[in-house]
């Protein structure tokens, strides 16, 4: 499974477990976040594309570290 989002008006593809590094987030490093730009979901051979999102999905991610 893995979903498609939009954060930093960048899209990123991210599955269950992945770290992923994206543009400065207002959140606190070991803070869980919860994006609700999600633009298409793809679970084996099911999906789900958003117009211009996916209604009801969403995308929990924790802040790792700040970088530069």
């Known amino acids: 499974m893995y979903a498609v989002i939009k954060s930093g008006g960048k899209q990123h593809r991210v599955n269950?477990?992945?770290?992923?590094k994206v543009e400065l987030l207002k959140a606190e490093k070991g803070e869980t976040i919860k994006i609700e730009d999600v633009l298409m979901v793809v679970d084996g051979d099911d999906y789900k594309i958003?117009?211009?999102v996916v209604e009801g999905a969403s995308v929990e991610a924790e802040v790792v570290e700040h970088g530069r």
Do not use: R, S
């Open 16 to 20: 269950v477990d992945e770290l992923l």
């Open 50 to 52: 958003g117009q211009p």
